[in-house]
């Protein structure tokens, strides 16, 4: 939850940002891009790795 | 959870029982995330994502696996572990566990004849993937030496249709390559069912889903590496805030967790069914979900989209991305390998995943249909498994002959698509409405590993089922209208959703603002075979309704149920 709120929080500072780079992303990566690509893989990885641990810490 | 691959137990309502059971918790979470994880999770999130402002699209994404996926994950479960304590496994029995009403163990019957005429389709698209996957080991897929990208895909076209046998000049499709390939895929699928929970199925999840991780890793790391990969990972993530605002982007995000999850199939609760009283089901089931995300969002993410816009140039992306999932996994993939030192490896290694993708997932599909026989109807495994091949080969043979009829597309739409919808929003109104809001949540929360939040109760009560009849009622306008008139959507003219207000923009996602329904030539030529597909599905339904009563009937099902509803 909190990765979705500090996500929302960054795309709206990062608005102007994505307007004006509009015309080339699809050839570069943004900051936008970035920072929606790292929140996305952590909150994701932070996820699998909490769930996954106590799935193998119970040994069953 | 206690390993219990076959054990004597005393179910609820004292009747002695041989269930089957899973051997361990992280076989169960495999095996579900092996439900889960299948081709869409690597061809259609990310042309999605793309196509509905790429790293915004993230956040209604979230927000509908917070609001919907994950909530009915647990729905699911929850119905499925309650039914196997009462000796049932599949949806008819579960159903009238939790409301003690005749009808209800029809309306459960749904979920064994949506799973069934699912896996009958799906079957034969996972045996493309196998049939790929060898052809490529062999180096028996065409060069494209020499080709320019249009050219080579055009190519990897005509190489498809000759093998699915659509381009043969007759009316009828198929291939003898086509054939074999899908007689060793539903050779290998019921093989494995055949085997039983924790020796089949389970085992293959726990060989299956590790080397398809393993596999994506290594075609990902050879894609990322290639000169203008990057593009594509920044028409995947790079945000369009215009799109944040658009009411078609949430309901893209939330069709895809619902559909990426593999919920309303019927076969989650299957599953689940083989857990035990006090086995725990929140901590499983957000693993089985996080394992899904992490499939799709940083794998499948990272493949196909990024190649075909090394291959083909960041100009085309777009028209990549939404030429459908087929023609990026089965044209555009094969046609970026070929054009690679080692392409022949790296594409076989990726078809293989994707078979491994689909097996898990046409395993989980072919459940309910076995545990029905051989609960319900008190036939043996080995029976079981023998009937539920002869009927998958039956039903298959006009969806691989009328191919480019619109036969798969019919059977794709209602079992794989509509009726998933359908079967969720029965299955949440029957636990939280008519079971009983708080008894269905304290079911929930029996066993649980990590505790289950408060907040959840009012949106698995309310915002889920909400949620479900707005993408049933977007399903209803969108495609089922125009598919039974044989008509299509057209923008009236002077309209542009481009710069119409939110409203109308809202609006006209629903079909009810900026145009009108026009005749479509195409489905109306195939109309007499689409027909012929529905009635099949009719047919495949009206049996399972019917065997159902004579259970019923027969065996005294049903009776187990007495006093255990509201």
Known sequence: MTTLLATAALAVMLQSDAAAKRAVATT?????????MIAAWTFILVLVYYTFSKVLRGGR | MEK????LDVNLDGVVTDREGWASQLGLVLAMAGNAVGLGNFLRFPALAARNGGGTFMIPYFISLLLLGIPLMWIEWGIGRHGGKHGYSTSPGMFEVLWRNPLSKYLGALGVFIPLAFVIFYTYIESWTLGYAVLSFSGQMPSIAGQSPDQAFKTMGDFLGAYQGTNNGWPVSGSILAWVFLAITLFLNIFIISRGIAGGIE???KIAMPLLIVFAIIVGIRVLSLPGAMGGIAFVWNPDFSQITNGATWLAAAGQIFF???LGTGSIETYASYLKENDDIVLTGLATSSMNEFCEVILGGSIAIPAATAFYGAGAATAIANSGTFNLGFQTMPAVFSGLPGGALFCGIWFTLLFFAGITSSLALSQPAMAFLQDEMRLSRQRAAMIVGVIVF?????IVMFLQHGYLDEFDFWSGEFLLLVFALIETILFF?????????EEIKKGQQIPLPGFFYPIMKYVVPILISVILFKGTIDSLIPRMLSKKWVDLPGFSKATAAFGDRLMYEFGLAGRHLVSDPAIAEQSFLRWAARLEMIALAAIIMILTSIAWKKYGRGRAAEGAGV
Do not use: D, Q, Y
């Open chain 2, 260 to 262: 990426t999850l593999s």
């Open chain 1, 28 to 36: 570069e990566m943004t900051t936008g891009g970035w920072v929606f």
């Open chain 2, 203 to 205: 085992r293959m999840a």
């Open chain 2, 433 to 441: 409405w008519i079971f009983g809001g708080r008894r269905a949540f």
């Open chain 2, 4 to 7: 219990h691959e076959k054990h």
């Open chain 2, 394 to 398: 039956v039903a298959v043979v006009p």
